[in-house]
């Protein structure tokens, strides 16, 4: 049996952060799923790979006696370690048994979960331990546990229902999820929610599931931070002579003051009208609000004669 590649399998350089595995393999667990992937058994055995390889690659400490042993499995497969000897680098007093040292190295799982690989990596070994008491370290009266996996999925909100809160229903196999947000929740924010993912050994081993939360783009407003930025029109008369003028904001509407003279292109700011600061109740960012004047197109002749007279007089 060829030995297996776990960075490979997980599409990742054997130099990534344990952040960059634990990425690769929530987005393949993702798209390889069964519930995605019903009676497809090639995305099934992908499914399978990638969680036995996330289930080395994402402890930091399974992960370098892993790198330890490498492409050598076979020739410790063969009988290349002498009895007694440490697989993973140096020696011991104590001989490596099958089925209590699985358990040290990579996790209380399930070993047959696991491919032929690593079935016959240890498969040796196993019968070795196949003697021991049921009360010794490892043995057939220990329990096996194992965390169910992580799901992930995205829910879409209104940048209006980012200010104020939202409720959403999620269907997640056989149970209906009511998923609610905060007012100030923001694009790409990541929720958890405690034991809502995979099966696993039992309920307190459940996975948990990550609803990401997408702003959708809105028309009027541009989000930046806790900021909102918008654009608003003026007559050329109002932006010569000022006026008061009312501002459509997310709640509301609020009147502003134009000065006089105003040019194309000024903002003025408006404290408070921006959006909620997340968990930080009646504290929120600001908005802006970038004045544009509009030019006429077309005057008449008298407005045409008032305008030479106002031109003659600058």
Known sequence: ?????YYKILGVDKKA???????????????YHPDKNQDNKEAEEKFKLINEANEVLGNPEKRKKYDELGENWRQFEQGGTAPGANPWGGTTDQSFHYE???????GKADPSDYSDFFEQFFGQRGNRSSSKSQGGRGGAGSTAHFKGN???TEMEITLEEADQGANRTLQLEEDKLRIATKPGSYDGQLLRIKGKGGKGSSAAHRGDLYVRIRVKPHPQFIRKGNDLYMTH???FYTAVLGDDIVVKTL???????IAAGTQNGKTVGIKGKGMPIYEKPDVYGDLYV?????????????QRELFEQLKSIS
């Open 1 to 5: 049996m060829d030995y297996k590649d």
């Open 17 to 31: 952060s344990q952040d960059e595995i634990k990425k690769a393999y929530r987005k393949l667990a993702v798209l």
């Open 100 to 106: 209590s040292d699985l358990h040290d190295i990579f």
């Open 150 to 152: 992580d799901y992930e």
């Open 233 to 235: 029109t003026v007559d």
């Open 251 to 257: 709640i509301g509407q609020v009147k502003i003051k």
């Open 290 to 302: 970038q004045i544009r004047v509009q030019i006429p197109e077309n005057i008449t002749e008298k």
